[in-house]
């Protein structure tokens, strides 16, 4: 089974940017749209942007503009840039499958403070 280590969360301030990624344990075949999901405090797990194998991307609406969603097949790894940061968007972050297809990684937090 698959397995996904994300990385690069932290601490910013409002405004400010940080490129997530997601390093799968093996190849993933193109067919697959790889997504990348958010849980803040409280809330339930959302795709925030998935991405297919030729690289066409979708962004939920609050992510839409500040977020960009990446993959590079050859390193097995995907990225997410986020810019403009937001306290809302303060949550630990996953990627898998846009339907996911295997177990849940640990997730990177990320913290937006003012």
């Not at 405090?41 to 030729?54: F, N, Y």
């Not at 990225?79 to 306290?87: A, G, H, R």
Request: proline residues 4%; contains cysteine; aromatic residues 10%.
């Amino acid at each position: 089974q698959v397995q996904f280590v994300e990385s690069g969360g932290g601490l910013v301030q409002p405004g400010g940017s940080l490129r997530l990624s997601c390093e799968a344990s093996r190849s993933i075949p193109n067919i697959y749209v790889m997504g990348w999901y958010r849980q803040g405090p409280g809330k339930q797990r959302e795709l925030v942007a998935d991405i297919t194998g030729e690289g066409r991307t979708n962004y939920a609406d609050s992510v839409k503009g500040r977020f960009t969603i990446s993959r590079d097949n050859a390193k097995n790894t995907m990225y997410l840039q986020m810019s403009s940061l937001k306290p809302g968007d303060t949550a630990v972050y996953y990627c898998n499958g846009a339907v996911p297809f295997t177990s849940w990684g640990q997730g990177t937090q990320v913290t937006v403070f003012s």
